[in-house]
C-alpha cells in the first residue's frame, strides 16, 4: 500500500516536475546564486596529515597540551609515538576548553587481551568532560550493547561493531556538537554526536541528553565550553595522533 | 552576562551533581545496561580499504554498476584504474537504489584549469537523484559560495574550503538520511547530509529541503528508493574508489 | 567574552546586512517565490470545534472508534460527554492506526485525590502504542519528575508543571512524528513529540529513543503505523474531546 | 516489499519484546526514576488567559511593551481591545528581547478585502527581528504558497491553509528555538520553527536557515536576542492578545 502511494506519489513528481521545468526555465539563476560569505580555507594536503586549521593535541612527542584530571600535571606515559594510560594516575584532560568540535583520535588496547567484558582494554573519550564514547576492547568480547566500543556510553548503541583486533590501532572521527541551554538552564538543544569507528559511521547525529553515568539515568544539566578528557579506567590503553578542529 | 549565567550554573551544577552522586551511588547500575540487539560487525581491516559491509561501486576496473542516466550503457572511459566524465553522454548512475547510506567517492578535477567559476571541473554527486553535493575545481576559483566545491547546490555553503589543486585526487565520505515523507505526501523529516571533505567536516547534518534546482527554490516531492548519479557537465572530472554502506 | 563576540558579531552583521542589500536590490524577487504546490485548506471555524480535516475519535456519545486493548469492546463508562477508565478492563485502543500526527485530547483526574505518587489519578496516552505521554494528577503531588503529568515516561521530564488541580478538565496537544527506520531496521529517525499541557508547552519536538518502559532501558524496535492507546492504571480517569489530523 | 519487511519485523518485534519483558522484569524499576530537577509551575488557569508565567506584550490596553522600528514611540492605534497598523508609521517591535520563546497572538485583517495576492491584509510576525512569519488575508486569494497566511516567508509553505475570512480574529501559537552559533560565527543550530494557525498545526519544527528576505537566498548571520516585531505593509492588520514565555 504505502508502495503504491509512493509509485503514484513519484508518477504526479514526474510530471509536477516536467510542469515545474517549464516555469523554472523562465527564472533567473542569478537570485538564489550567494556570493558571501566565502568559505575560509582548511587546507587537507594529504590524508595522514591534521587539516591546516586543526589544534594538534597529541604528535607522538609530550603531553604539553595536557593536565591530570586530578589536578597537576598529566602524569600518562609516552613512548615510542604514544601516550599510555598510566594505572592509577588518574584521566588526563586537555588545558584548552572546548564547543563544537571535529575530533581525531586514535587508540589501541592491550595486544594481550585480558579480563573479560568492561575489564578488557577499557577506557574513554570524554566530549566536554561530560559525554563519553566508550573505548574498550570489543573484539570477540561479549558486553552490554550499550557500553561497548564506540557506545555513547548508557546511551546509544553503535550502529555495527567495527572493532579491530587487540594491539591494533583503531580510530574514531568525531563531530560534536555542544548541548544548548536558555538562559533559564533549560536543554533547548540536545549535545549531538556523529561518530566513525575506523572509517565506518557507527552514530548519525545522535542526541546526547546528558552526562554519561554508570549509575541511574543522565540528567542535562548547563555548563560552557570544557576539556576533552581521556579515561583512566585501570588499562594500559594507547592514545596517539589526536587533533580538533573548532567548529 | 550570559557568561555569569554560566559560571553560575556551573556552580550549581558542581554542588547537584555532587549531590547527585549521593544518591546514584545507591542505584544498581545493572538496570541501565542494554544487551541486546548486539550490533553486528563492520570490520574494516585498514584505512585504505572498504569496509566488510560495502557494496563496492567501482573499483578501477569496469563500469558495471552504473548504467547512463539518459538510458543505456554508461559511456564515460575507464583508464588507470579511474573513470572519467565522456563528454556530452550524459551522466551515469548506478543499477541499485538507495535510501540511507554512508558513501566514500574520489574524485579528480583535470590538472589544467581551464575556464572560471562553474566552467572548471565542473560535475556533482546526486544523492538519490536528486540531492547534489557538488563537484567544481574550487581552488583559487572564484564562484558563488552555495555552487563551489562541497556546496549542497544551492542550498548550503561548504563550512571551509578543503580543495586540493586540481589534478589532484580528493575525497568525499558522505552520510545521507533519505528524506521522510507522510502518506500524505508531506515532507515530515528533510534529507539530512553530512559531508568531510578530504577529511575535513564542511556540512553537519544539514537539511535539505527538496531537489537540488538550478533555478528558484527548491521543491519537497514524496519519492522512494533512487540511484546514486555523477554528472556530466561537459568536463573531463574523474572519479575512482567508490563505495557505499547502507545505514 | 561570549556577550562581546555576540556584539561584535552583530556589529558585523549589521554592516554586512547593509552591503548585502545593496546587491540584493538588484535582484528579481520572483525566482524565490513557490506557487505550487498549493495548500489543501483545514478549516478552524472556532477554537472549541475540530478541524475540518480532523478525524473526531471521541465526541461524547459512544466508543464507535475504540476496541480493548485486550481484544474485544471497550469497556469504559461513557456518561455525561465523557468516558471514564472501567477499573480492570484494561486499556482501550483506536481501531484505526496511525503515524505522524496531531493530536488533542482532553482528561481528568478524580475530584476526590486518594493515594499517592504514582497511585493518585494515574492512566497514560500512548503513541503508536508505545510511547507514553503520562496522565497523572501532579497537582502538588510528588513523585519522580520523570514520571509526573505530561512526561514522555521515564524519557523525558516536562519543561513545567502545568497541572491543573483533580476534578477539572486539562488538555494535552501533542505533535508526534513517527519514528523512522531503515530497511535495515536501524532506527534512522527516532520519534520525536511536542507536548502543550494546557496550552503550555512542556516538550519541544524531543526525541524518544524507544518504546515507554517501567524497567530498564528502552530499545528502538522497527515497526509500522499504530493505534492511540489510553492506559487502564485502575484509576478512574476520564477523558474527552479527542480528535487526530494525520499530517 | 517494504510493507513485508515492516510485518516481519513487527513479528520479530513481538517476540523479542517478549523475550525482553522476561528479563526486564527481573529489573528494578528505581534507577530508572528521575527525581531531580522537580519542573517549577505553570499556571493555566483557562484556556482563555496567559499562564502565570508569560509576560504579557500588549493585554488590549495600551503600547507599553512597544517601540517603533524606526526609533521612538510606537504609533499604531489602539482601540477595542486591539492595536491596528498606523500606515506609514512603520513596523513596532517590544521593548524586550528574547531567545527561545512560546508566543501566542492574535491577528485580524480588514473585513472589506481590497486587493489581491500579497496587497491583501500583508503583515508579519519578526521573531528576533529577522524570522518572519507571515500575516495575510489568505482566504480565497491567491499568492506564492511560500508568502502565504503562515509561511516562514520564502522559507517553508504552510502544511495547510488555515485561514478564516478577512474580519475574523485568528491565532498564531509559535514555538522559536533560536539560532545556534559557534565562536566562530559558525550557524551550528538552524532556527526551528513550530506553528498553529488557528489551533491547526501548520509548521512542525521546520529548520529557518537565515533572515528572511525578499530578494535572493537567505545568509545566516551570528546574533544574539532581539525583539519581537510587527510589521507595517500598509494595511489596517489588528493584533491582540499577545503573550510570550521565555523557554
Not at 546564486?33 to 607522538?60: M, T, Y
Not at 594505572?87 to 584548552?96: A, L, V, Y
Not at 572546548?98 to 575530533?103: A, I, K, N, T
Amino acid at each position: 500500500m504505502k508502495h503504491l502511494v509512493l509509485v503514484l506519489l513519484s508518477v504526479a513528481w514526474t510530471a509536477q516536475v516536467q510542469a515545474q521545468d517549464e516555469w523554472r526555465e523562465k527564472l533567473d539563476p542569478k537570485p538564489t546564486e550567494v556570493w558571501k560569505p566565502v568559505p575560509v580555507v582548511s587546507a587537507s594536503p594529504s590524508f595522514s596529515l591534521p587539516p591546516s586549521d586543526a589544534i594538534v593535541l597529541f604528535d607522538g612527542k609530550d603531553l604539553s597540551q595536557w593536565v591530570s584530571a586530578r589536578g597537576g600535571e598529566a602524569k600518562w606515559k609516552v613512548a615510542e609515538g604514544a601516550m599510555t594510560v598510566q594505572r592509577n594516575t588518574g584521566g588526563i584532560k586537555t588545558k584548552r576548553e572546548f564547543g563544537d568540535v571535529q575530533l581525531h583520535i586514535e587508540w589501541r588496547t592491550p595486544s594481550e587481551a585480558t579480563g573479560e567484558g568492561q575489564n578488557r582494554g577499557n577506557s574513554g573519550v570524554y566530549l566536554q568532560e561530560r559525554y563519553e564514547v566508550q573505548v574498550l576492547d570489543s573484539y570477540q568480547n561479549e558486553t552490554y550493547a550499550n557500553g561497548q566500543a564506540g557506545a555513547l556510553y548508557k546511551q546509544h548503541i553503535p550502529m555495527v561493531n567495527a572493532s579491530r583486533k587487540p594491539g591494533e590501532w583503531q580510530s574514531y572521527d568525531i563531530v560534536f556538537t555542544a548541548p544548548r541551554f536558555s538562559e533559564k538552564g533549560t536543554l533547548m538543544v540536545p549535545a549531538y554526536v556523529t561518530v566513525f569507528h575506523n572509517g565506518v559511521l557507527i552514530h548519525n547525529h545522535v542526541p546526547v541528553m546528558g552526562p554519561s553515568v554508570y549509575q541511574g539515568l543522565p540528567v542535562a544539566e548547563a555548563h560552557g565550553k570544557a576539556a576533552i578528557l581521556l579515561q583512566d579506567h585501570g588499562d594500559a590503553v594507547s592514545y596517539r595522533n589526536i587533533w580538533v578542529r573548532e567548529l
